[in-house]
């Protein structure tokens, strides 16, 4: 018998040096594949240290302008935006406030780094008193009476200048309410990102710490998805597109890449992914304590999303990667 011949590919010839793995890379990850995530809130020279999330603050309007110029100087092309109002109320009347602390910050990023893209994310979680995305009746949220809203919501951050609006609250129908009363307003080049696929993850706690939004009683299981779904994405994915959506965002994006890719396979729309706060918190935690490198853990995280479908990524590591990259 015969002695095999070594195989003919040595897989391994293109992996011996850096200029080699990077000539044959894939996925290339650059600066200008990253949304920054910003929390802006009242006063004039704040920085609030969120807790849970080490390295991330709340931000008044003029320091949230200093970090966006930081980010546009590295490449990063946009940020999206989460208010904490003065006060809330039970409809959430600051998330359509036209001086409300988003459409301040809008108007004032646009006016002081114009070329950013500047994203509002379109909920009422932030600024109702109870903690849930839209009207209270009954014990439960009411689907319809919150489309009005949150329509009211959309209207006002693009009338503030924003390039994008964000529906994030998994509302039945919100994609096309919010397309139509952007229309009507004048306002059809603005496009919609849909959190077409946002599920009732525990990955969202450290968020909900900066925002001050976790609910006063009982949970988002009703109208975000169960963490155990594939199929039923691609169903809430393929309705908001036929709303009207004009790119689509998976959230979380680690614990859910398979949901990321058939996504980008499915429908081929832009296609974006949020690393959330809880994977964020993870990461910061892990290497804080030598358990990870950071800068490796940082860019394989964000590489592996990339990979898996993602045209850009929401991150707290905005600029950290970038930096790292440039």
């Known amino acids: 018998m015969g002695v095999l ?11 011996g040096s850096a200029p080699l793995r990077a000539l044959v890379r894939e996925t290339r990850l650059t600066p200008a594949d990253f949304v920054y995530p910003l929390f802006v809130c009242p006063g004039e020279g704040v920085r609030v240290p969120i807790d849970s999330m080490p390295g991330v603050c709340n931000l008044s309007v003029d320091l949230l302008v200093e970090e966006c110029r930081n980010a546009a100087a590295l490449g990063v092309p946009g940020a999206i935006l989460f208010g ?3 006060r809330k109320d039970p409809l959430g009347s600051g998330g359509y406030d036209e001086r409300g602390i988003v459409q301040e910050a809008i108007r004032a990023l646009k006016r002081e780094v114009p070329k950013l893209l500047v994203i509002a994310d379109t909920c009422l979680c932030e600024y109702t008193d109870h903690g849930h995305c839209g009207v209270i009746e009954d014990g439960d949220v009411h689907n319809d009476k919150t489309l009005a809203l949150l329509s009211r919501t959309a209207v006002s951050q693009a009338r503030a200048g924003a390039d994008i609006v964000a529906p994030s609250d998994m509302m039945d129908g919100r994609v096309g309410a919010i397309r139509a009363a952007l229309d009507e307003a004048g306002f059809e080049s603005v496009p919609i990102l849909s959190y077409a696929a946002k599920y009732a993850s ?3 706690g450290p968020f909900r710490d900066a925002a001050q939004s976790a609910p006063q009683f009982g949970d988002r299981k009703g109208y975000q998805m169960d963490p155990a779904n594939h199929r039923e994405a691609m169903r809430e994915i393929r309705a908001d597109i036929d709303e009207g959506a004009d790119m689509i965002l998976v959230k979380p994006a680690l614990p859910y890449l398979d949901v990321l890719w058939e996504a980008k396979q499915e429908f081929g729309l832009p296609t974006g992914a949020y690393q959330v ?3 964020y918190a993870m990461l910061q935690a892990a290497t804080a304590n030598g358990w990870l490198e950071t800068d490796r853990a940082v860019l394989e995280s964000l590489t592996c999303i ?3 479908g993602a045209d850009f990524i929401l991150t ?3 600029l950290h990667a970038a930096r790292l990259l440039a």
Do not use: Q
Not at 5 to 15: E, G, S, T
């Open 5 to 15: 011949a070594f195989p003919v590919h040595r897989y391994r010839r293109l992996r």
């Open 84 to 86: 904490i109002p003065p």
């Open 202 to 204: 525990s990955f969202y």
């Open 277 to 279: 706060s809880g994977e």
């Open 306 to 308: 990339k990979r898996a």
């Open 316 to 318: 707290y590591y905005a």
